[in-house]
């Protein structure tokens, strides 16, 4: 039984198209997040939701847009790719006020822009 | 400057070594610490939380170190199934605990 779980697995797609990530969890955590790992392998926080709500949102393109249907569901939708957006996003989930218990990880969405 | 610096290795180390990795951290105001774990082409998975006393957990000992913003990990007679990259992360605003990470340290232990 997945926990945090990343649909689709690998997305190949051309310059310009719009394309979603989809993200779901059965921890009953109350906060989700989405994530990208560069190509050299940095992890950087794009938004994070508390109860559906926004509570972070870095400096990302417009053409990045998260949507939180409910508390167990966190999707990325991005219009007009472009090459940089190749990277591996990861959602993630936790409970607010127990980070020390950790994040748990979807196992990843490779993204690549041709 | 990045707010977590970390030598990105990588370390080849001999089967039954102990290795430590260094971490710096450039705010002051951060709240918790942690060290994750993540495999090639795998998500990354939570190691150990780091306290300010200090912690151990089987082979692995983590330090925290408040005044220098240090953070550091110890491993002990590593096992090639410790062949990683480990990620040093740290959480400054405990409002929205979003975790910072550093670029990582490339760990191969060699037979």
């Known amino acids: 039984d997945t926990a945090v779980s990343q649909t689709p697995k690998y997305l190949v797609t051309q310059m310009g198209n719009d394309k979603s990530i989809k993200c779901e969890q059965n921890?009953?955590?109350?906060?989700m997040y989405w994530y990208k790992q560069d190509s050299k392998k940095f992890l950087k926080i794009m938004f994070s939701?508390?109860?559906?709500?926004?509570?972070i949102n870095e400096t990302v393109p417009n053409r990045f847009s998260p949507k939180s249907p409910d508390k167990a569901h966190l999707n990325l939708h991005i219009n007009s790719l472009e090459l940089g957006d190749s990277a591996v996003y990861f959602c993630?989930?936790?409970?607010?006020?127990?980070?020390?218990?950790?994040?748990?990880f979807g196992s990843g969405t490779r993204l690549t822009v041709v | 400057r990045k707010e977590v610096e970390q030598d990105p290795g990588p370390f080849n180390v001999p089967e039954g070594a102990t290795v430590a990795f260094n971490c710096t951290y450039s705010?002051?105001?951060?709240?918790?610490f942690f060290w994750y774990r993540q495999d090639c082409r795998k998500e990354p998975k939570l190691l150990m939380s780091?306290?300010?006393s200090g912690n151990e957990d089987g082979r692995f000992t983590a330090q925290l170190n408040r005044a220098s913003q240090y953070i550091s990990l110890l491993i002990r007679d590593s096992k090639l199934s410790d062949s990683a990259t480990y990620l040093c992360?740290?959480?400054?605003?405990?409002?929205?605990?979003?975790?910072?990470f550093g670029t990582g340290t490339r760990l191969t232990i060699i037979p």
């Open positions: 993630a989930s936790s409970q607010l006020g127990r980070a020390n218990y950790g994040y748990t």
């Open positions: 921890l009953g955590h109350d906060t």
């Open positions: 939701y508390n109860n559906k709500e926004l509570i």
């Open positions: 705010n002051s105001a951060s709240q918790s």
């Open positions: 780091v306290y300010s």
């Open positions: 992360v740290v959480i400054s605003n405990f409002g929205n605990e979003k975790l910072t």
